[in-house]
DNA sequence: GCCGTTTTCGGCCCGACTGTTTTCAGTCG
């Protein structure tokens, strides 16, 4: 059994505890432990192999036990019995706002409720309000929960929050006794997706702030409404949570609120062997136990990472990953910075699926700033996108040709074709077309269903064609809509090493492809990086920004992406390959 | 269930907010 499926059964582990009423330290030490099998570096079977998993922070002798039959055999009777033991509609229930295992627990046990039907209709008859605990606005919020339990689950795409929260930001600002004021959270950790908003805001007068945060035009309810604290809930299902803190706390309540949990969890631990506590609240020395938390003059991030011996790690890198470690040897990296680009390359025109010129998709380019675009449109196995046979990729290379001759742009366009990787991982088309092109991307859309092995060998062939320049979105994903398909990306990666060919960052929202997950190591063994944001209008090609954010969380400095070069580099980059 | 340079037992982050209470439990982050 894979790696990440046994990672989904120690969660999944957790939950039923909880639903059993268990020990609270024992679920977060499945917890635990499945968070640190899934940050593990080595490979899962090599580990085993070599006697070591014992020895991984979190994973003790019972963890270890369940780890290893699992990995190999796929079963687990352990698991078996306990699932088994725990109706599957308590699961769905613990998706309601306000239920938590003790009450969902307390539901089964006092009225039999086993489905959200039945749990529906106890709200209704109102043996929920006449459960001791519970009253009749706890059986109307579960109704409500129950009402809008799909739009309350839902994450939402880091762009999509994005333009959400910049006017909230904004609005903030403005206010008067407003000193400061910030977006936290996964948002500002610059996730693929964000489950829900968190603003911070520096004042000494919260109440009219909250005043305002909760009549917000949008706000469908208002989920929580204190002097520190205020929830509201937006029409699309989103929520937004806002903490309003003294001036000499906010550096530590917006470090705490960015997270994330694991980073923060090392960050405590951090403090702890150097005598303090820290908290949302500001610093504590622990020899003078049970006093306020001071702030020791801490006023920005930056000082707070200093005072404990590390450089300021940006927010996007606070993933519990070792980036502590590394700002405390003074190796952070040298992020990339969205103005570094000097153009993009996947992009699509009129000629197949796109909804813009060649002249239309270059001015664009041009008003972003950059040097070059590169025009990549689909090749004809892609049928319902208008892909391009022979002919017609001829046919606008020679467009693309006259249009830099004619000399009227200052963006250079370099001439390209997304083309499909047929079931068999051969190319979409011949070989002398490919040839007269400046680059080729290579793209899987059809056959998603092949086997992992069958996935990966085909990819692979493709990447050792020689006409090869970049991998366009290796695994096919679409975040929140569809998983991509089956594909052992460490071979591919090593594939792609070796034959000197690009991954491409896809930088559409709704991709984000190849992970940011995978990119620190590749890179490190000497894969290139190109950021593409597949644009199939000018407007799409701001995308490229959201590619950008996920180069910066995969540790990526400018001299791994080809992006950040000239045009004469980029050029370079193409004719070597050939 | 995990962990340990005070510990192999007894801790494990903790505070805000809500809804239920009449001093607090549960949820959430």
């Not at 150097?274 to 136990?289: F, H, I, M, P």
């Not at 994903?477 to 569809?482: E, G, H, M, V, Y």
């Amino acid at each position: 059994m894979h790696k990440a499926d046994i990672v989904e059964i120690l969660e999944s582990i957790a939950v039923l505890l909880e639903l059993k009423g268990e020990n609270p330290f024992k679920i977060r030490a499945y917890q635990t432990g499945a968070r640190a099998l899934e940050t593990m570096e080595e490979e899962l079977g090599e580990v085993i192999e070599a006697g070591k998993l014992a020895s991984v922070k979190g994973i003790g002798s019972a963890l270890v036990e369940k780890i290893e039959t699992l990995h190999a055999t796929g079963e687990l009777e352990y698991y078996k019995k306990l699932r088994a033991s725990v109706a599957p509609g308590l699961i769905e229930m613990l998706e309601i706002p306000g239920l938590g295992g003790k009450k969902v627990k307390k539901l089964h046990d006092e009225l039999g409720v086993e489905s959200i039907e039945a749990l529906k209709s106890a709200c209704e008859s109102g043996e929920v309000a006449g459960l001791k605990g519970f009253g009749a606005k706890s059986a109307e919020k579960i109704l409500t929960g129950i009402e809008n339990r799909a739009a309350y689950a839902q994450r939402h795409l880091w762009w999509d929050a994005q333009e959400v929260a910049a006017p909230i930001l904004e609005g903030l600002r403005a206010l008067s006794g407003v000193e400061r004021a910030e977006a936290a959270g996964s948002l500002r950790r610059l996730r693929e997706t964000v489950g829900d908003l968190d603003f911070i805001v520096a004042s000494g007068e919260p109440a009219p702030i909250m005043d305002w945060f909760t009549s917000q035009a949008g706000v469908q309810e208002v989920t929580a409404k204190g002097t520190t604290k205020s929830s509201v809930r937006f029409e699309s299902g989103l929520q937004a949570d806002l903490r309003v803190v003294p001036a000499a706390q906010f550096a530590f309540a917006l470090h705490h609120f960015t997270g994330s949990k694991e980073h923060n969890v090392a960050m405590r631990q951090r403090a702890l062997s150097r005598g303090y506590s820290l908290s949302e609240w500001g610093l504590a020395a622990k020899d003078t136990e049970g006093a306020e938390p001071g702030s020791e003059g801490i006023e920005t991030e930056k000082a707070l990472f200093e005072f404990f011996g590390l450089a300021e790690i940006p927010p996007e890198l606070r993933e519990g990953l070792g980036e502590i470690d590394a700002a405390e040897a003074g190796k952070l990296p040298r992020l990339v910075d969205a103005d570094a680009l000097r153009g993009v390359f996947h992009n699509h025109t009129t000629a197949s699926d796109g909804r813009a010129s060649i002249e239309e998709m270059a001015a664009a380019a041009e008003a972003l700033g950059f040097d070059y675009i590169g025009l990549a449109d689909h090749s004809k196995a892609s049928f319902q996108a208008n892909g391009l046979d022979d002919a017609r990729v001829l046919e606008q290379l020679e467009r693309i040709r006259a249009f830099n001759e004619a000399g009227e742009s200052a963006v250079h366009v370099f001439a390209g074709i997304e083309c499909d990787i047929l079931p068999d991982g051969r190319l979409d088309l011949e070989d002398s077309t490919l040839a007269q092109l400046d680059y080729a991307v290579m793209s899987v859309h059809s056959s998603f269903g092949l086997s992992e092995a069958d996935m990966t060998a085909r990819v692979i062939r493709a990447i050792e064609h020689p006409a090869t320049t970049m991998l366009g979105h290796p695994t096919g994903r679409l975040l929140l809509r569809r998983e991509g398909y089956r594909i052992d990306l460490q071979k591919v990666i090593d594939a792609a090493i070796a034959n000197r060919v690009i991954i491409e960052i896809n930088a559409h929202p709704r991709r984000l492809d190849m992970d940011w997950r995978l990119w620190r190591r590749a890179a490190e063994r000497g894969l290139m990086c190109a950021i593409n944001p597949d644009a199939h209008a000018t407007e799409g090609l701001a995308y490229y920004r959201a590619g950008v954010n996920i180069a910066r969380k995969g540790w990526l400095e400018p001299e791994q992406i080809l992006n950040c070069r000239d045009c004469a580099g980029v050029q370079r980059w193409f004719s070597e390959r050939k």
